[in-house]
T-cell receptor
Framework: AQSVTQLDSQVPVFEEAPVELRCNYS??????LFWYVQYPNQGLQLLLK??????LVESINGFEAEFNKSQTSFHLRKPSVHISDTAEYFC???????????FGQGTTLQVKP | DVKVTQSSRYLVKRTGEKVFLECVQD?????MFWYRQDPGLGLRLIYF???????EKGDIPEGYSVSREKKERFSLILESASTNQTSMYLC??????????FGPGTRLTVT
């Protein structure tokens, strides 16, 4: 069975500081990996995804994540955060066999001025 | 632009009531999903559907049922609402088996 673990439930950080949100997964088959973001009182929006090819993927608002197969990780990073990045972030995995998304518990990123 | 809509943003129901949550997508997606979101637990899959009139149980189907009579609409039904079903409910749709698009969510309170 697949599972996703987000190692931090809350990450407080000051504005313009770098941040890393950690995600580890377990799966016995090939996977597709996703990061979703949920702003207050909204649904989830796709931030970035890894399907195949380059293991480093980027979003349009400066986030990036690297697929590390040997460490079964897909950590999310941003070199300099803004107040507007305050949100909850979910890591998710699906396999080519099922199509069902398995979500981690979520990490709340709190950016302080 | 991709759009998934849910019938209500906030809903308050009494214990024992039958509750209908509606979800509509305008992208002609074949796959639709219902999740519930609870603090510290992330999103958990209740039911999903790969085609009209087709449904499959997710990880936590107990106490819920679904209906998909048309491709664009996927309904979640709580036959007899209970307080432990107080939660945020999120609908999603997708084409093929990858990226899912989410609605804004319905916050259901059962008293």
């Amino acid at each position: 069975a697949q599972s996703v673990t987000q190692l931090d439930s809350q990450v407080p950080v000051f504005e313009e500081a770098p941040v890393e949100l950690r995600c580890n997964y377990s799966s016995s088959v090939s996977v597709y990996l996703f990061w979703y973001v949920q702003y207050p009182n909204q649904g989830l929006q796709l931030l970035l995804k890894y399907l195949s090819g380059s293991t480093l993927v980027e979003s349009i608002n400066g986030f990036e994540a690297e697929f590390n197969k040997s460490q079964t990780s897909f950590h999310l990073r941003k070199p300099s955060v803004h107040i507007s990045d305050t949100a909850e972030y979910f890591c998710a995995v699906t396999s080519s066999n099922t199509g069902k998304l398995i979500f981690g518990q979520g990490t709340t990123l709190q950016v302080k001025p | 632009d991709v759009k998934v809509t849910q019938s209500s943003r906030y809903l308050v129901k009494r214990t024992g009531e039958k509750v209908f949550l509606e979800c509509v997508q305008d992208m002609d997606h074949e796959n639709m999903f219902w999740y519930r979101q609870d603090p510290g637990l992330g999103l958990r899959l209740i039911y999903f559907s790969y085609d009209v009139k087709m449904k499959e149980k997710g990880d936590i189907p107990e106490g819920y049922s679904v209906s998909r009579e048309k491709k664009e609409r996927f309904s979640l039904i709580l036959e007899s609402a209970s307080t432990n079903q107080t939660s945020m409910y999120l609908c999603a749709s997708s084409h093929a088996i990858v990226e899912q698009y989410f609605g804004p969510g319905t916050r259901l309170t059962v008293t």
